[in-house]
């Protein structure tokens, strides 16, 4: 058979290069077509690479660290015991881990992997950093700046407005004295910045390492506490008639649409109609106070990981699905997100953002905001309780299906009156569910 390349394939528009992170098939061992080959990072996901044909994988043209552009070629597939032949588009634009920045500045980043040489485990992309290098950022000045990309990584914008303040003297770079055989160590401090406690292992503790990802996890989750005044308000449901509906049309539906219907799509098609009643929900608020008023609707769903950590891919235009298609879109993003199968762009570009934190048993939750995004709502577990039910007879006890809705916003721009009627909006068309609708 002729040797195939294996490219890194288009990630998405805004994608246009990527982190080796892990190979998964060493050069010798036979390839499936389809079979993954190759853990990759870029700035918006973790994800596989699978191999577009079948044979041995006679080269790997890159290395783990190696940050390489969509389109270039990352292996080589033969038949067992060719010799790998010259790549015609190798991956010559990687930058290996084992070279040295060619820079000599304050910040000492690699290219290969995005951390820095002065123990920052932040992802920076290589355009951060190269702007960085060239303004003489250090790594601590670096990670002092709020970043309003995926997960809080600072993007081109944020540096670029950073850099006018810095000149100004928005931080302060402190050198420590110079001892014998000791290099001169800068650290930058912003003021704001907060300073987390000292912790020390005693004896028996067990120390472990956070993954990349709860790395990131864990900055997107203090920015949006620092940048965002958080308010939560809360709304008890009755859910009786959507979960007597389901449970009636369940097994039709499976037999019919080949999904299972989950109460999921059942609450974003009730939250998606609220967004449509309350459109300043669906918003941003620009780094210089102004309001973006977003056309499109499109819903993050928080889901767990098998390795503890979170992702939320998105569903574009979620307005414009029926019950089926939301289904359908639902358990596709949750299912690949589980096999670690999301593309870039099908995390990015969310408008509003749900937590299904009754998946856990928990009734209820106050949920962190997903930035650039204004709110976000958790759902908790659904329980059967007495409740007082109104009737043209009068008011009687009866045993119902509740469930509470916890909204989360961003009190800079929206307050408690318009916050609080849209999560009192989404409860009334839950409650409000027709028991003889057809699929």
Known sequence: MSQSEILLPKMGESVAEATIIKWLKNEGDFVKADEAIVEIATDKVDSEVPSTAEGVLLKRLCNEGDVVQVGKAIAL???????????????????????????????????????????????????????????????????????????????????????PNRKQGGTSVVEQPVQEKQPVTQVSVKASEPVGPVVTAGAGDEIIEMDRMRKLIADHMVMSKRVSPHVTSFVEADVTNIVLWREKIKKEFEKK??????????FIEAIVKAIKDFPMINISLTQDNKIVVRKDINVGMAAALPTGNLIVP?????????????????????????LNQLKPDEIQGGTYTISNVGTFGNVMGTPIINQPQVAIMALGAIRKKPAVIETPFGDTIGIRHMMFLSHSYDHRVVDGALGGSFVKRVADYLENFNLNREI
């Open 314 to 338: 998105v569903i574009k235009n979620a307005d414009r699905y029926n019950l089926v298609g939301l289904t359908k879109a639902v358990n596709d993003l949750a299912n690949r997100a589980r």
């Open 257 to 266: 649409e080949g999904e299972k219907l989950t109460f999921t799509p059942l």
């Open 77 to 163: 597939i033969g038949a067992e015991g060719a010799k790998p032949a010259v790549s015609t588009t190798p991956a010559k634009e990687t930058v290996s881990s084992n070279e040295k920045p060619a820079v000599s500045a304050p910040l000492k980043i690699s290219s290969s992997n995005g951390k820095s040489e002065n123990g920052s485990s932040k992802f920076y992309s290589p355009l951060v950093k190269n702007i960085a290098k060239t303004e003489g950022l250090s790594v601590m000045e670096l990670e002092a700046i709020a970043g309003t990309g995926l997960q809080g990584r600072v993007t081109k914008k944020d540096i670029l407005n950073y850099l």
